[in-house]
Nanobody, 121 residues
Framework: QVQLVETGGGSVQVGGSLTLSCIPSEYMKCMAWFRQSRGKEREGVAALAGTSGTVYPNTVLDRFTIFRDNVTNTMYLRMNSLRPEDTAVYYC??????????????????WGQGTQVTVSS
């Protein structure tokens, strides 16, 4: 069973930045970040395959960056220009490699425990 461990959540003011980290227990080619705010469905905010190729929804395009460090097998989500509507629990997700670049929850088999991000004005 693959395990994903997330770190890096916290509180930040509007316009600030935050970086989340996710370490899988083994290499996973297809990984993504999702978020879920109170009363809303979980939504994808970034996905990658290998060390290149990324996809973002318009809501975070040019503000969020997903990337991976292959040396440490760590995936990151760099979040800039944060807004109150970015407040949510953020989840790391992975699948075995057949469904990369997806922002759908159904594409992923493994999930982290979630980390809270709060953006205040």
């Amino acid at each position: 069973q693959v395990q994903l461990v997330e770190t890096g959540g916290g509180s930040v003011q509007v316009g600030g930045s935050l970086t989340l980290s996710c370490i899988p227990s083994e290499y996973m080619k297809c990984m993504a970040w999702f978020r879920q705010s109170r009363g809303k469905e979980r939504e994808g905010v970034a996905a990658l395959a290998g060390t290149s190729g990324t996809v973002y929804p318009n809501t975070v395009l040019d503000r969020f960056t997903i990337f991976r460090d292959n040396v440490t097998n760590t995936m990151y989500l760099r979040m800039n220009s944060l807004r109150p509507e970015d407040t949510a629990v953020y989840y790391c997700a992975a699948n075995s490699g057949s469904r990369c670049y997806s922002l759908r929850t159904t594409a992923y088999d493994y999930w982290g425990q979630g980390t809270q991000v709060t953006v205040s004005s």
